[in-house]
């Protein structure tokens, strides 16, 4: 039985890859965007991290009526601006509005260039008064448990479920796709830790996630901060790495 059940654990595995190979766009050396739905994409650029080497961060990017959403920005002004270039000249849409899942800089490094072309960003209130206690620059709104809009037609939900990988960290549901993006709250299948804790409140993260399983129950896609996207075994896999984590 164990065997079966990591077949198709693997198969399951296999498949995301290949899907997320096939619609892929390249826009440079750094950044690219895949395909998850006709007007939903995945941006992934490439940063080089001390300590690190090269590794990728995921956001969201949303399509409607010429207007785009963004979920997080690339870790920089310089790679948002390219990123932002990209959707204009190729996609014929104009980056209107922001999403901010935590404070961190692969989540709102690029926000000051956003601004300074007219985007409306939204984060929870403790990302805003985090920001302000170092001096980055500040979210245009903000939330607190929960927030609920209609962006051209397409409903969003924001949602602050408890402190995982940071104290802040929220998700973002797109109940008519079915697809949470999770962030770095959430970590991708083939992951072996739970990455960079600097910022972690790890004795709530289990029951972040479980909160998070409990309402989304239905989720088709899971993107996670770094690494490739799947479905609800993303919640399973990060749910086991904090056990683990915990036992050491």
């Given at each position: 039985?164990?065997?079966?059940t990591?077949?198709?654990?693997?198969?399951?595995?296999?498949?995301?890859?290949?899907?997320?190979?096939?619609?892929?766009?390249?826009?440079d050396?750094?950044?690219?965007?895949?395909?998850?739905?006709?007007?939903?994409?995945?941006?992934?650029?490439w940063?080089?991290?001390?300590?690190?080497?090269?590794?990728?961060?995921?956001?969201?990017?949303?399509?409607?009526?010429?207007?785009?959403?963004?979920?997080?920005?690339?870790?920089?002004?310089?790679?948002?601006?390219?990123?932002?270039?990209?959707?204009?000249?190729?996609?014929?849409?104009?980056?209107?509005?922001?999403?901010?899942?935590?404070f961190?800089?692969?989540?709102?490094?690029?926000?000051?260039?956003?601004?300074?072309?007219?985007?409306?960003?939204?984060?929870?209130?403790?990302?805003?008064?985090?920001?302000?206690?170092?001096?980055?620059a500040?979210?245009?709104?903000?939330?607190?448990?929960?927030?609920?809009?209609?962006?051209?037609?397409?409903?969003?939900?924001?949602?602050?479920?408890?402190?995982?990988?940071?104290?802040?960290?929220?998700?973002?549901?797109?109940?008519?796709?079915?697809?949470?993006?999770?962030?770095?709250?959430?970590?991708?299948?083939?992951?072996?830790?739970?990455?960079?804790l600097?910022?972690?409140?790890?004795?709530?993260?289990?029951?972040?996630?479980?909160?998070?399983?409990?309402?989304?129950?239905?989720?088709?896609?899971?993107?996670?901060?770094?690494?490739?996207?799947?479905?609800?075994?993303?919640?399973?896999?990060?749910?086991?790495?904090?056990?683990?984590?915990?036992?050491?």
């Amino acid at each position: 039985m164990l065997k079966s059940t990591t077949l198709v654990i693997l198969l399951l595995f296999a498949s995301y890859a290949l899907g997320q190979s096939s619609n892929k766009i390249v826009i440079d050396e750094d950044i690219q965007l895949i395909q998850l739905q006709d007007s939903i994409f995945v941006h992934i650029t490439w940063h080089e991290g001390d300590g690190f080497g090269r590794f990728p961060s995921n956001g969201l990017l949303l399509i409607k009526n010429g207007k785009v959403l963004l979920v997080d920005t690339p870790m920089d002004n310089e790679k948002t601006e390219r990123l932002c270039d990209y959707i204009s000249n190729k996609l014929n849409a104009i980056p209107s509005h922001l999403i901010i899942g935590h404070f961190h800089n692969d989540c709102l490094g690029g926000l000051p260039y956003l601004q300074s072309i007219g985007v409306k960003s939204i984060a929870h209130s403790l990302t805003k008064a985090k920001c302000e206690e170092l001096n980055l620059a500040l979210p245009g709104s903000t939330f607190k448990d929960a927030l609920n809009f209609d962006f051209n037609g397409v409903p969003i939900s924001c949602r602050f479920f408890g402190g995982g990988h940071s104290f802040d960290n929220i998700t973002v549901w797109l109940p008519k796709q079915q697809i949470l993006f999770g962030g770095c709250l959430v970590k991708t299948y083939n992951a072996q830790g739970l990455g960079n804790l600097s910022d972690a409140v790890v004795g709530e993260w289990e029951n972040t996630i479980n909160k998070i399983t409990m309402e989304y129950s239905e989720v088709s896609s899971v993107i996670p901060g770094h690494g490739s996207f799947g479905g609800s075994e993303l919640l399973d896999r990060t749910i086991e790495l904090v056990q683990i984590h915990q036992m050491q």
